[in-house]
C-alpha cells in the first residue's frame, strides 16, 4: 500500500475498488488503522468494495500504523483534516463521501467544516462523543494508552505535550462531538447519518443531539448491530444514503 507525503507529514492508505469515492476512517480512537477494519462492526473494505471507490488511511501517529507526523497541540482536529484532505487532495479527488467510525465522528464534522463543498454525505458509525456519566472516557484513553506508547519511540515528545494535546482534542470544547459547536451543526447543510451507539466513549446523547440539530441528519435505528436482520437492513441503508447523495455523472 502506497503512501503519500506532505511536509513532515507521511500518510500511509488504501485506494481500491472503483464508482464513487468513499474515505472511510475505521474506529480505535487515536489508534485509527487500516488494518482494524476486520474487527469494526462493518468492515467498510469488505462491504462496500463493489459500491465505492474505497479510501482508507493509518491517522498520524497511530499505534500500529505507518502514518507519521507532528504532535500539532495547535488545531488538532484541524491537523486530522488537512491529512485527510491532503490525501484526496493528492489523489485527485474533489468530491467525495465519508464514513468515520468512533473517532470518525468529530473527523466528519471537522471536514464539513474546513471543506463543506466536498463532501456531499457523511454516515457517523457510533461516533464518540461527551457523555455526562464518562466527561473524560477518551482523554483518559490518550494519555494511560495511546500517549506513552507513542513517547516511547519518539524521543522529542513527553507526556507534557501529549496532555495539552488531549486537552485541545477533548476539553477545550468538552461538549457534543468536541471538534465542533452546537451552532455549528445547527448550520451544517451536509446530508448526515448517524449511527448511534452507548458506551463510555461512544456517546448515546451526543450521536442523538446531531441528528436532531443537523437539518439534513437522520438516524439508523438504535440498536442497530446486535441482531444480524436488523445490522443487514441497516448496512444496506447505509449504501443507500450514500449512493443517493453522490453526483450524477454528466
Known amino acids: 500500500m502506497p503512501f503519500y507525503t506532505r511536509g513532515d507529514v507521511t500518510i500511509h492508505y488504501s485506494d481500491e475498488g472503483s464508482g464513487f469515492p468513499l474515505l472511510a476512517t475505521p474506529g480505535g ?6 488494518s482494524g477494519w476486520p474487527n469494526q462492526v462493518i468492515n467498510v473494505r469488505e462491504e462496500f468494495k463493489n459500491d465505492f471507490r474505497i479510501i482508507t488511511m493509518d491517522q498520524r501517529n497511530a499505534q500500529g500504523g505507518q502514518s507519521t507526523g507532528p504532535v500539532q497541540v495547535e488545531d488538532p482536529w484541524g491537523a486530522f483534516a488537512d491529512d485527510q484532505l491532503g490525501l484526496m487532495d493528492h489523489l485527485g479527488i474533489d468530491k467525495f463521501g465519508f464514513i468515520g467510525f468512533c ?10 467544516k474546513q471543506a463543506p ?10 461516533p464518540v462523543g461527551h457523555a ?12 494511560d494508552i495511546w ?3 507513542l513517547i516511547a519511540n519518539r524521543p522529542d515528545l513527553n507526556m507534557e505535550t501529549i496532555d495539552q494535546y488531549l486537552h485541545n482534542l477533548y476539553r477545550i470544547q468538552p461538549d457534543f462531538m468536541y471538534s465542533v459547536s452546537r451552532d455549528f451543526a445547527r448550520s451544517c447543510q451536509t446530508p448526515l447519518l448517524v449511527m448511534p451507539d452507548d458506551t463510555p466513549s461512544h456517546s448515546l446523547e451526543a450521536a442523538m443531539a446531531m441528528a ?14 446486535e441482531d444480524p436482520d436488523i445490522k443487514a437492513q441497516t448496512i444496506n441503508q447505509v449504501r443507500d444514503f450514500l449512493k443517493a447523495h453522490q453526483p450524477v455523472a454528466v
Request: aromatic content about 8%.
Open 103 to 112: 473517532i470518525g465522528g468529530p473527523f466528519a464534522m471537522t471536514l464539513i
Open 147 to 149: 500517549g506513552p506508547a
Open 132 to 143: 455526562a456519566a464518562t466527561p473524560d472516557a477518551m482523554y483518559d484513553s490518550g494519555h
Open 29 to 34: 480512537g487515536l489508534n485509527s488503522i487500516m
Open 117 to 126: 463543498d466536498r463532501v456531499v454525505a457523511a454516515v457517523l458509525c457510533q
Open 212 to 225: 436532531e440539530l443537523a437539518p439534513n441528519a437522520q438516524a439508523t435505528v438504535y440498536p442497530w448491530k
